[in-house]
């Protein structure tokens, strides 16, 4: 089954995006992987302020820098803040309050609650810390450490060299070309 990607603004392998249709719609690695291969140039426009309130979009904003970084793709951002800066994530605080956190189980013909904070883990799940370190959002920071070390990385003339080098027969043969497609779609096959 393939999916089509409408492509806002492209030219001559350069595609333009603001962050909400890139990140803030349910999309994948399959779609961003869609758009590498097919641009060696990436304008994103509109970058917010990351925080746990918009984790969802925070995690497919990593997925994509993952995605371009992979591919050798250019990658430019327009954010009000500096790459240090964009996620600010736990100084809002856990996703979860950990001691309000409970399971409901079926015992004796009645609901119980157990309260994860002081019964320890439940059955063969993760222990309170594992859970913990889950919740509060530690995986997104690492995660997004990684995609700032990328971003900065992308910056550098050996990424840049590699990226021409990745490109070097698309760049040359649409100098020249130079035609501003207002919409324009790229196709990618959907995982089974």
């Known amino acids: 089954m393939n999916r089509s990607i409408e492509i806002p603004q492209s030219c001559s392998g350069v595609a333009r995006f603001d962050f909400e249709y890139l990140c803030g719609r349910p999309v994948g690695a399959a779609d961003y992987i869609a758009i590498a291969r097919n641009y060696h140039t ?6 917010p302020a990351m925080s746990m309130k918009i984790r969802d979009k925070a995690r ?3 997925t994509l820098i993952d995605e371009m970084y992979n591919h ?4 430019i951002c327009l954010a ?4 240090d800066n964009l996620f600010q994530g736990t100084e ?8 309000s956190f409970q399971f409901e189980t079926e015992a004796e013909g009645s609901k119980l609650r157990r309260d994860v904070s002081a019964e320890g883990n439940v059955g063969a799940g993760p222990s309170t810390r594992g859970l913990v370190s889950m919740l509060s959002g530690q995986e997104e ?4 450490q990684r995609a700032i070390s990328r971003l900065v990385e992308m910056q550098t003339p050996l990424y840049l060299e590699r990226v021409q080098h990745v490109h070097s027969s698309a760049l040359q043969q649409q100098q020249g070309t130079p035609v501003l497609a207002k919409q324009s779609t790229v196709s990618q096959s959907a995982p089974l």
């Open 141 to 144: 920071m690492f995660a997004f």
């Open 60 to 62: 497919r904003f990593i």
């Open 72 to 75: 050798h793709c250019r990658l």
């Open 92 to 99: 809002e605080g856990p996703l979860f309050d950990l001691e």
């Open 80 to 83: 009000t803040l500096p790459i």
């Open 42 to 47: 990436i304008f994103i426009s509109d970058l």
